[in-house]
């Protein structure tokens, strides 16, 4: 469920988010979930759902009326498993303990907070609303109403250093969460923070103090017992976040909302949707059509392998081959993987399962470009 809308822009931000200084029609966009919800039930009827993430933008904004009513039409459609992981992504600035309890009342069951820094000068510059201690106060608030929360943190941010880093990460391992996510600050097109790195006014770390700042997040959370089951996430055994496993292991999710994305198996083939990104634009499709689709792609059998070693190869439990072969037919060149494995890049892990090592996590997509070139039929292998 993506919810577009922020209160402002993050310069370093590419997602699908849209700040309106006139405020948001709440209650057209919540008409245009719930028929967008109904369409794709009758495209998938009889279907059980084991999570939902209320992602954006922020869904914080979101009254907490609007959400439940969204998670009740998904429970008229669907079964709903009832150990579903229903997860909200909140900013510490739009937290007020009686919102979270809302949502709690409403069915979510666990928050994602954006807090991204605990030095007030860096929040600043990465244009976030809060201070540190409103995303202490958030943190709190969230540990006392919700059994199951996590938050995020941005590190290699300009002028940080090592030493600045382990202190953060410190203080952040201290808060008693089972789950974090923690981010390299990257580059991205089309943001103000591409624009002033291009023009030498944003200085990120060189390669080797960027490496430096991943060993030693690596290190820090691996002592204190959250280590790494994805690149940039951490937790504690179970604590891990069910929905975003999903997609790394290449499961079936409908994307809702402007610029949601799903992947979805109808008829015995596997389709790539994307939605509208523009939101009114998106929610006057879905008046209009019933959807705001825009994207309806059958997959080949050569870019579902592509994706799933894309997103399987993140992940510490490692790629399924036999996953592989069932969804796309090939599996990797046993010449290609010993190569890989030799350079240190690449190492089984378990029963027919391959993982990137930790070298190899620092040169994912070429790690991924070798193998995806490598692909033969699976019945070949």
Request: proline fraction near 5%; hydrophobic fraction near 45%.
């Amino acid at each position: 469920m993506h919810w577009p809308f922020c209160a402002s822009k993050c310069p370093y931000c590419d997602f699908n988010s849209h700040v309106r200084a006139d405020g948001i029609d709440e209650a057209r966009f919540l008409r245009a979930y719930l028929a967008e919800l109904q369409h794709w039930a009758h495209l998938v009827p009889g279907r059980a759902v084991g999570s939902i993430f209320f992602g954006g933008g922020t869904p914080s904004l979101m009254s907490p009326g609007a959400v439940g009513a969204i998670l009740d039409e998904i429970g008229r459609l669907w079964a709903v498993d009832a150990d579903a992981e229903v997860t909200l992504e909140a900013n510490p600035s739009s937290v007020e303990a009686e919102r979270f309890r809302g949502y709690r009342g409403a069915g979510v069951n666990r928050v994602s907070l954006g807090v991204q820094s605990f030095n007030d000068a860096d929040l600043r510059a990465l244009g976030r609303l809060h201070s540190v201690d409103e995303a202490r106060a958030a943190i709190a608030v969230a540990a006392r109403i919700f059994e199951r929360f996590s938050f995020d943190l941005i590190y290699a941010r300009p002028g940080q250093t090592p030493d600045s880093w382990c202190s953060e990460l410190a203080q952040a391992l201290d808060l008693g969460s089972r789950h974090l996510s923690l981010y390299q600050l990257t580059i991205e097109p089309e943001t103000p923070f591409a624009a002033l790195h291009m023009r030498g006014r944003l200085a990120v770390p060189e390669a080797d103090l960027a490496h430096a700042f991943y060993e030693i997040t690596q290190e820090a959370t691996e002592r204190a017992g959250l280590p790494a089951y994805e690149v940039s996430n951490h937790a504690a055994p179970g604590e891990e976040c069910r929905h975003n496993l999903l997609y790394w292991r290449y499961g079936e999710y409908v994307g809702i909302g402007a610029g949601a994305h799903g992947r979805l198996v109808i008829g015995g083939v596997r389709h790539a949707t994307m939605t509208e990104r523009k939101p009114e634009r998106w929610a006057a499709l879905v008046e209009g059509e019933g959807h705001g689709a825009i994207e309806y792609t059958a997959l080949s059998r050569a870019e579902q392998a592509d994706e799933a070693l894309l997103m399987g190869l993140r992940l510490s439990e490692g790629l399924d081959l036999s996953r592989l072969a069932a969804v796309s037919g090939v599996v990797p060149r046993e010449q290609a993987v010993t190569e890989l494995v030799g350079l240190g890049l690449l190492e089984p892990c378990g029963a027919n399962r391959l993982r990137a090592a930790r070298p190899g996590r620092l040169v994912l997509n070429e790690l991924v470009l070798r193998l995806a070139s490598s692909l033969e039929p699976a019945s070949a292998a």
